[in-house]
């Protein structure tokens, strides 16, 4: 009996190995980054938070998969996102367009990489109470991809960053404060990906590749900035009237939860998730 029990304590102190490799692919990604931005590489810079996106899609999917879940892949993939989508792009854009810009220019960066910290905080206290359908605030990939790829966008048309430093160190602070408010963006969980589909999305999908491959940089960036639009908007949109607390504070307002209440009453609510704080990224 305790031979069992020393063997389960010892399995359960075990990392397991694929997950936590792509967790470290990703933030491998997010400190390239730094790193290329340092040196002057911005293209390859922006696209290394992409890739870093990739690799945190993946993680936490493969660890369901393999059912290779655990506590210390999930605080490993929290920290690994504070790099990859909260220091990563505020550094990127500081070195980019924001160093000359003064004491204005590493505020903007640091505004956006405490918002970063502060969404993940949150979102790790959230896990499992809330709704599914829905973020709260934007998501770090999704700012982390607005910052990206309005660097990849600009560094491909020869922009000299410090000469739209004020516009981009305005942009920095907007999208981190999109991340810590109360604005509702579609999660798209309800989407089902296992489902069958005929074969003309099959060839849809494979058109939107062949887009994206012709103009990665500004097809990114329209993706992500319209993304970052809607969260304002499908917040006004279901509200009768915009208070406060739609917008930053204390989330628990009435007009959300009766809205929620009618949303579940109309539409079947998800499964519940496991907790791995690998499904939506904070």
């Not at 491998?28 to 690799?55: E, K, L, Q, T, W």
């Not at 640091?110 to 599914?132: E, H, M, P, S």
Request: proline residues 2%; hydrophobic residues 50%; charged residues 15%.
């Amino acid at each position: 009996m305790i031979e069992k029990h020393t063997t389960e304590s010892a399995k359960n102190r075990g990392i397991y190995l694929l997950p936590n490799l792509l967790t470290t692919a990703g933030l491998f990604s997010g400190f390239f980054a730094v790193v290329s931005s340092m040196n002057g590489h911005f293209i390859s810079a922006a696209i290394a938070i992409f890739i870093a996106m990739i690799f945190d899609g993946l993680d936490g999917r493969v660890a369901r998969m393999t059912n290779t879940q655990s506590e210390f892949g999930a605080e490993y993939d929290s920290m690994a996102d504070m790099v990859s989508f909260g220091i990563a792009p505020g550094l990127v854009a500081y070195n980019w367009a924001l160093s000359d810009m003064g004491k204005f220019g590493w505020l903007a960066a640091f505004v956006y990489v405490a918002c970063a910290a502060l969404r993940l905080a949150r979102f790790n206290t959230q896990i499992g109470i809330a709704d599914k359908r829905y973020f709260q605030g934007l998501a770090s990939p999704a700012a982390a991809g607005v910052i990206g790829s309005i660097v990849w966008v600009g560094s491909e048309y020869q922009l000299n960053g410090h000469d739209y430093g004020a516009i981009v160190g305005i942009i920095t602070i907007i999208t981190g404060l999109l991340m810590v408010s109360n604005f509702r963006y579609n999660s798209f969980k309800e989407v089902d990906w296992k489902g069958k589909v005929n074969f003309l999305m099959v060839l849809l999908i494979v058109l939107v590749f062949v887009v994206v491959a012709s103009s990665p940089a500004e097809l990114l960036g329209a993706i992500f900035i319209l993304y970052a639009c809607s969260g304002p908007i499908t917040t006004i949109r279901s509200v009768k009237k915009l208070k406060l607390e739609h917008v930053i504070g204390d989330d628990q307002d009435v007009d959300f939860e009766s809205i929620e209440v009618k949303d579940k009453a109309a539409t079947p609510s998800s499964n519940s998730e496991n907790n791995t704080k690998d499904e939506d990224k904070g």
